[in-house]
């Protein structure tokens, strides 16, 4: 076995790594653009070196129940002279907060938890594309514009900067620049190119007629001259990056005449030029867009630093146009009183710099951006491997309707770097991936994956892990981890070069893979047996664990593949030690850690006589006591609606390791990882219950509260303040029962305990209002107004507590939150799931007496539909099933290690029989294994006690309870909302609209031939306005139906053509104008 | 009338479950399936006569108030409340309250539901023994080493109410397992063993006795 202990890391390390980078290096290198502003008089100082950071105010959770943002505050040493003369002193002013990160990876703006994804996009260098006529040499920089250097088959070469449509020779963009005829002849005579360049005195050089007026209005080669020096060698307009010189360097110059330029230099030109020759002469293959050299990963830390720079070029232009306003002022008034006094000049310091817009510029970057998106936190798996997640899309990435699937591709480089398997399903597929398991980010952004070194057939694990980019992987053969334990020699094992796969000697090997699972993400990591499923079901499977709620009376799976204690280890609710020691408390609410230390000698003495007010000799040894506090508290507030608790696990007196688990939140139960039940599930039909995969379920799910979940659910309402106190929170509502206001407390709001069912006023509001004027003498005298109930009312079909209120106050208004949690039993329509991707929906509910029963009596509580497996290839969920069933008899729990097929053949199937055998010998159950049909009996019926007929597969099986709950998304309609232009009815449950009637409907009812079915749905049931309300009255009074008149719809079309100028209008039979 | 023959081949009581195993020979029975799956499903069926907790109330008060001779007022609290005092969540002590086992021999038909109630004043650990339950009733507490919660501090004290029911709307089966086997011996021809599991405040033996009350023979 590998020692697999060395490769794993800290899984949020690529988040919190480049944020610090972000802190410690970038912004200083921002800040340096306006370290020094001279204008006009004014100087103005910043003193970067003394940049000071300021700790947060609020704590991480404080600031989740505030609704404020957690953020660090900049300070930075400001100085103003005018004239030489200092006006305002060196001093600390705050420069801006920047939004800070908690310790597992999250922001927090405006009290809810955020998270910025990592974006894949193409490195800047340059990139080298052979098409039928020409070669092109693209150059991308990091800011700046795009150049793209030309080569015909005649060998002329232009050069093209942006997308303007004329381009222009490459022999004169290089004289423009500076360089003389003779140093280009020069440095391309010595490798005797001059063939190349057409300079010969015979053949004269062909200038197409370009107009260079487009680079710059006036024709004159200074402006020219000018224009090109600002757009590549001014480095505040162009800027290659650390990678774009790197990959620039190693293409074109010798490992002597490296540099560190960020700009683009003349010879830099020549070098392409030279570059794009050898690549003809000796046909080398042209640079591969989708392989992963030619793509980095921006972080969170590069996202902010390029928005941190934007901001403070703004700041510099705007510091500038402060100075001219203040001059413009000061000339103006030196020309009204010229015989007065020089006063002094008084500046705020506010003048020049307002934190609070800076401030609010940051935030709008973590608001609006599209990378930034709220943490899904339905349970731990989900809040994982949303933080691992590469996106393609953003600004600078590529638009999601024109990427074509050749885009969307696994490449070859993939390997060991992103996983093949795991992506969003629908329009994002391909664009929206994961990260593998223990890949590292270099520093130039890409992506790198462990190996172990071979030499001569020898695995050399003592060297030391090594971790390989896609670019290094050229001339290296590497082998994959199956062929480590049956490593034999003289035998030819498959090997990966250049992307390409074949057989090689075992001599040849370079490299060999950490483990076996290597190329795959964590989420499908988890999932068991996964070398047995088809791909496109074990992508299923990973998508629906991260929609699993998290259930009751929580439960483990019994088989494990070991990586889900890391997931718990970095989930927002589990606590983790900071220091060793031993716990001295430790209660629901509080954990107290006390650090071991030495004795030592009190230092002042006076000090501690003061403090304590005890006598002390001299020299005597004082024990020092270093306490620290966990608090386990956790907010309702979730973004996904699901009740939270935190709970301790360790007891008194117990040692405590440093980064140990000390409490965790619900989704966890002493590390391991929760999302589902063990239920004991039967392949067979129903009487067709189960048809299309429909699940059948026992009645013994619901009564012992197997699958039932626990939601939250927020109501919200706003109050302003008028002075006229129009609105007011008050018990006293008029025209109610006083029932319904018995759990009101004095103030009007609903009190924490009461249960709720149904309709019930949570909040008690009136509304007072004045109807005559005549009138509002006689109320002003008895101070007493017409008052009108518009309290807030609970939804529809809630039934649950109330836990907790929260009022804020925000300026003039008053928030008001009302949280309450219900349980939710399992129900028909609910959707279910395996970890294989095996999903399916609830159709029945059936009493335990009904359902088959094994040959010891137990009943069966899933009923499965065995036609799913077949066509669907999943057989994974069979071997899961099969081995939980010997788990359970023997009181074992298994870790399987993914792809254990290569220890030898057939490994599970033979582990799975064996087990099998072994529980049949231990609790002397016969029918639990039968060499002649392995892993089947014979069950009974239910309903007669007679055996089915044939052999029936059955097991525990992991099953998960999917989000979509049939409850909430069930809707019907009475009276509804119309839309306001062509009065038909709204769409959407929470508008309380109808169901569309759409065009394929009305073909369906056509095909029947029912027209009066069809009129009475589109004109009375949909838009007839007079007879909608006069339908009622028909009813009531016992009169036929009235006859259907023009839609409002069709009126508004004949108004929109009427309005472009055609004559038209409706007409009766009689042919008199319609005007209803 | 018809005459069935019952033997006890074993009756045992454990700590978690009674089993028992019955052989059974009815005469003039055709069909020895039928009569061996009605008595299941009867017994899965009709057996709910137990007193279960049906709901379950908790109250909260200081120990030491401001006014000593003042009366202490105990707070309703909700299941979602968490107290420091006491270690465990109050949502957890409700499934460990759901655990206990009880007994009933009513005096009268009418009644129907009790009341018990667990008191919490010192620091200690809680089992199922600490419960009052009042002396007019019949009722006893079979598994009474059942843990219940911790208390931490003496800071607060804690009541819990517990409402104790034979309502038949809320599902409860006092029968874990139940299983059936035909056999046919030379000497006494076929007959039933029947394999009961049930829980330890019922005696399975009783419980088979009266589910062939309702028994519907009129078929064979």
Redesign the interface.
Known sequence: MINRLKTYSNLLNIQSKSFKNFLKIGIINELKKIQKIIHSNFEINFHINALKYKKPKLSSESCLIKNETYNIDIKIPMEIKYEGKIIFKKKYISFCKIPFMTEKGTFICNGNTRIIINQLIRSPGIYIKKKKNCLLATLIPKTGSWITIKRNKKKENFIKIDKINNSIPLFTFLNILGLSKKKITLSLNKNNYSKNFKISKKKKIEIPTINLTQLSKENNIKTIRNNLYNRFLNSDNYNLGDTGRFKINKKIYKTEFFTNKKILMPEDFLGIFNYMIKIKNINIKSNKIDDLKNKIVLSVGELMQNKFNNIIKDIYTKIIEKINKFEQKKKQEEKYNKEKKEEKIKINKTYFINSKNLTDNIKKFITTNPLSQLLNDLNPLSELTHKRKISTLGIGGIEKNKASTKIREIHNSHYGRICPIETSEGKNAGLVLSLAKDIRINKHGFIESPFYKVIKGNIKKNKGIFFISSENEKNIKIAPCDILKNFKLNKNYGVKNKNEFYYDSYKSINFISTSTDQFNSIGTGIIPFLEHNDANRVLMGATMQKQALILK?KEPSLIETGREILINRDSKSTIIAKESGTVIY?????IIIQKKSKKSKFKNINLFKKYFKKKLKKNKKIKKHKHTIYLLNIDEKNNSNI?Q?R?SIVKKNDWIKKGQIIAEGIGSLNGNLCLGKNILVGYLSWEGYNFEDAIIIS?RLR?EDILTSIHVKKCKSFLINHKEKKEEITKNIPDIKLKNVKNLNNNGIIK??SKINGKEILIGIIKKRLINYEVELIYEILSEYERKNISVLSPKNLVG???NTKIHKIKNCYQIEIYI?EKKKIQIGDKLSGRHGNKGVISKII???DMP?L????PIDIILNPLGIPSRMNVGQIYECLLNLSAINLKERYKIQPFDEYQYKNNSEILIYKKLNQSRKKTKKEWLFNPNNPGKTILFNGK???PFKQTISFGYSYILKLMHIAEEKIHAKTISNYSSIIKQPVKGKSKNGGQRFGEMEVWAIEGFGAAFLLQELLTIKSDDLHNKSQILKNLMNGLSMSKPNVPESFKLLILELQSLGLNINIFTKKKTLFTK | MKYIKIYILRNKKFKNQNINFLKIKPFNCPNYNFFGNEIRRSLLLNIKKTMTITNIKFFISKSKSKHPKKLKIFHPVNEFFDIEEIKENLSNICINLKKLRFKFNPKNNKEKKTFIILNSFNKKSFSAKDIIIPSTSNLKIVNLKEHLFNKISQKINLKVLIKIENNENYFYNPIKRINFILEKNNNIGKYIILDLNSDININPFKAFIESLKYLNLNNT
Not at chain 1, 586 to 590: D, E, I, M, N
Not at chain 1, 855 to 858: A, K, S, V, W
């Open positions: 009376n430790s209660s629901s609410k509080k009740y608790t709970t009645e009564n924490i305990g507590i109330v836990t949690t009493p335990i007496v029963y040959p010891d009596g137990t007669n006690g007679k």
